[in-house]
C-alpha cells in the first residue's frame, strides 16, 4: 500500500490510523457481526457511537451543557439557509462579514430570507484581508452576527473572535473547527462541514447555544429544525450513520494526539515553515495580508504561469495530490489540515525547492 498526500480543500486527507480502524471494524464491529453501516441507528451500539462521538466533541473543544450539539446532513451549504430560518426570528435581519467566497455564499442564500446587512467586506482588495472591526457597521437590533473565521479557497483566516456585544456571533468553522483551541462561550453557534477536520462529507457539526433554539420560522422543513434535531438526539430521520462513527473515530484519534492544543502547535508550525519557504523562494508568493494567512489552505502562485501545469505533473509523480487551486482563484493550494503530517509538508517543500532549482 502507498498513501499519498493529499492536499485536497476537501473531501481531505483523513488519520491514516482512523482508515486502518474503520478496515478492521469494516465486517464485524466489536463482535456484533455486522458493520457499522449496517446496524439500526436506535441500537443500543450505535446509541454509544453517537454519543461516545458527542461527548469526545463536548471534551476536546471545551462545550458546556448550555450548547446543543447536533450531527446533521447537507454538508455546511445547507446551514446557510439553516442557519437564518432558526435565528432570525422577529428581527429579520441579520449582519454578516464579507471577507471571501464562502461568505459571500451565505450571504446571498441569507438573503433569501430576510434583510442581511453586510457589516464589512474586503471585497475591494480581492480578500487578502480582513476588515478592521473598529470600522464593522453592526446593527444592535440583529439576529446574529455571522462571519467564516477561514476562507478556505482565499487561504484567509481571522486572528480574533469577533466581539459581537449581545448579538449572537454564528460561525462557519468548516475549515477551522478542531484546528486550534477555541473559546466556544463566546459563539451562538457554530457550524462545520465535516469533510476537513472533522470526516467525511456530508454531516454537518452543529454547535448551538440551547436559548437560541425554539425561535425558528414557522415554514422551516422540519429536519433543518435546531429545536427538533436536538429534542430528537439528531435522530429524528436515519442519521448519516457511518460519517458519524467515522468523526468519532477522528475525535479519538485527536484525543490521542493531545487535543486541539497540541494539534494547534503542529498546525502553526506545518503552516510557518511553509508560508517561510513561499516567502523567500522567487518562484512562489501568497498574496494574503501575513497577518490573516490561513493555517489550514495556504494558496500560492508560481511567478510564471506557464509552469503551472509541469509544476503539478512532478507533484502528481511525487504522488503529492490535488495541489491546483480553487478554478475561481487558480494557481496552487495546500490544504493542510489536522490528518497532514508534516513530514507531508516536509516532502512538498522539498519538491517545491527542487522545482525552482530545475525550472525556475
Ligand atoms: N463553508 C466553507 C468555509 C467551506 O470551506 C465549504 C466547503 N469547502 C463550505 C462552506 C461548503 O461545504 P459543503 O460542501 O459541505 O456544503
Known amino acids: 500500500m502507498s498513501r499519498a498526500y493529499n492536499f485536497c480543500a476537501g473531501p481531505a486527507t483523513l488519520p491514516e490510523q482512523v482508515l ?24 443500543d451500539e ?28 447537507g454538508g455546511a451549504s445547507s446551514q446557510f439557509a439553516t442557519v437564518p430560518l432558526n435565528l432570525l426570528g422577529n428581527s ?4 454578516y462579514v464579507n471577507t471571501g467566497i464562502w461568505s459571500e455564499k451565505a450571504i446571498a442564500e441569507a438573503r433569501r430570507y ?5 457589516v464589512a467586506s474586503s471585497a475591494g482588495c480581492g480578500f487578502t484581508t480582513v476588515p478592521d472591526q473598529t470600522g464593522w457597521k453592526t446593527r444592535a437590533d440583529a439576529a446574529y452576527l455571522h462571519y467564516t473565521p477561514n476562507e478556505t479557497i482565499g487561504g484567509l483566516e481571522f486572528d480574533f473572535v469577533p466581539d459581537s456585544g449581545k448579538v449572537p456571533l454564528v460561525a462557519d ?19 462545520a462541514g465535516a469533510q476537513k477536520n472533522i470526516g467525511p ?21 422540519t429536519m433543518m429544525n435546531y429545536q427538533v434535531m436536538a429534542d430528537n438526539a439528531s435522530m429524528f430521520n436515519t442519521p448519516a450513520t457511518y460519517s458519524w462513527y467515522l468523526t468519532g473515530l477522528v475525535f479519538k484519534w485527536l484525543k490521542d ?46 511567478a510564471d504561469e506557464a509552469l503551472n501545469s509541469a509544476f503539478l505533473k512532478g507533484a502528481d509523480e511525487r504522488q503529492l495530490l490535488n495541489l491546483k487551486g ?33 525550472r525556475g
Not at 429579520?92 to 449582519?95: G, R
Not at 468553522?173 to 457550524?191: A, E, N, Q, R
Open 46 to 73: 450505535f446509541v454509544e457511537i453517537a454519543e461516545t462521538a458527542e461527548q469526545d466533541v463536548r471534551d476536546l473543544a471545551g462545550i458546556s451543557d448550555d450548547y446543543a450539539v447536533l450531527f446533521m446532513q
Open 326 to 358: 480553487h478554478r475561481s482563484v487558480g494557481g496552487m493550494r495546500a490544504s493542510i489540515y489536522n490528518a497532514m503530517p508534516e513530514a507531508g509538508v516536509d516532502a512538498l517543500i522539498f519538491y517545491m525547492a527542487e522545482f525552482a532549482k530545475e
Open 257 to 302: 494526539q493531545g487535543g486541539v492544543s497540541a494539534i494547534g502547535e503542529l498546525n502553526a508550525r506545518k503552516a510557518k515553515k511553509l508560508y517561510h519557504f513561499i516567502d523567500t523562494n522567487p518562484l512562489y508568493s501568497n498574496p494574503i495580508d501575513p497577518r490573516f494567512r490561513s493555517r489550514m489552505n495556504v494558496p500560492f502562485i508560481l
Open 92 to 95: 429579520a435581519s441579520a449582519d
Open 201 to 221: 462529507s456530508g454531516l454537518v457539526v452543529v454547535i448551538v447555544r440551547k436559548d437560541l433554539l425554539g425561535k425558528a420560522h414557522v415554514k422551516i422543513p
Open 20 to 43: 486502518l480502524q474503520a478496515r478492521d471494524e469494516m465486517l464485524d464491529w466489536r463482535g456484533t457481526g455486522m458493520s457499522v453501516m449496517e446496524m439500526s441507528h436506535r441500537s
Open 114 to 118: 430576510g434583510d442581511v446587512n453586510v
Open 173 to 191: 468553522m468548516s475549515s477551522s473547527m478542531l484546528s486550534c483551541p477555541v473559546d466556544v462561550s463566546k459563539f451562538g453557534l457554530i457550524y
